[in-house]
């Protein structure tokens, strides 16, 4: 059970905005940054958002995150066939005194 | 180019031993905190241990403290985590990730290497 709850799944059309939603506790996502990553299949996880909703270079303004308390949110508009892949949040954690990880979301583009 | 490339996975009877390395390029090394992430097959991504700068301050996720231990080479840009007391549940894909602080930040990843734990 991870520390972090997302959504298994996820799915939109092409064009269409998505969210994803992650949800914590006061020691975690409540008192800290979060941060977003895209693992597409068979690769390694790409950081996406930092710091709550700031995008690294490179990342398209397609992808936006947001807090409020203890939960945050990952937004895709105009969802595309390679966005397609696991969507990770992460936070890290007074209480364990470490980084956790949510448990993944899958986004389908149908 | 940072490049991060992670080495040393094998498959390990159950109660065995391993060392991981992780050979950094394209960065200050010594500049940066590093991590080892792992997945486990069709799993989400657990963060296992990461180290500050200098080796002075050390993290552990609780399933591993007492039979990991991380460590670095600064004069050869390289990272490392030896894996005692193996057990079938530490069969997973490590990266090795680097970050600008303790926290999840990590902005650069390896390929990874697979570690199967299995009689």
């Known amino acids: 059970q991870s520390a972090l709850a997302q959504p298994p799944s996820a799915s939109g059309t092409p064009g269409q905005r998505v969210s994803i939603s992650c949800s914590g506790r006061?020691?975690?996502?409540?008192?800290?940054?979060v941060y977003w990553y895209q693992q597409l299949p068979g690769t390694a996880p790409k950081l996406l958002i930092y710091e709550n909703n700031q995008r690294p270079s490179g990342v398209p303004d397609r992808f936006s995150g947001s807090k409020s308390g203890t939960s945050a949110s990952l937004a895709i508009s105009g969802l595309r066939s390679e966005d397609e892949a696991d969507y990770y949040c992460a936070a890290w954690d007074d209480s364990l005194r470490g980084p956790v990880f949510g448990g993944g979301t899958k986004l389908t583009v149908l | 180019e940072v490049q991060l490339v992670e080495s040393g996975g094998a498959l390990v009877q159950p109660g065995g031993s391993l060392r991981l390395s992780c050979a950094a390029s394209?960065?200050?090394?010594?500049?940066?905190?590093m991590s080892w992430v792992r997945q486990a097959p069709g799993k989400g991504l657990e963060w296992v241990a990461n180290i500050r700068q200098d080796g002075g301050e050390i993290y552990y996720v609780e399933s591993v403290k007492g039979r990991f231990t991380i460590s670095r080479d600064n004069t050869k840009n390289s990272l490392f985590v030896q894996m005692n007391s193996l057990r079938v549940e530490d069969t997973a894909v490590y990266y090795c990730?680097?970050?600008?602080?303790?926290?999840?930040?990590?902005?650069?990843w390896g390929q990874g290497t697979l570690v199967t734990v299995s009689s």
């Open positions: 006061s020691s975690n996502i409540g008192s800290n940054h």
């Open positions: 394209g960065f200050t090394f010594s500049t940066y905190w």
């Open positions: 990730a680097r970050s600008d602080d303790y926290g999840p930040s990590f902005g650069y």
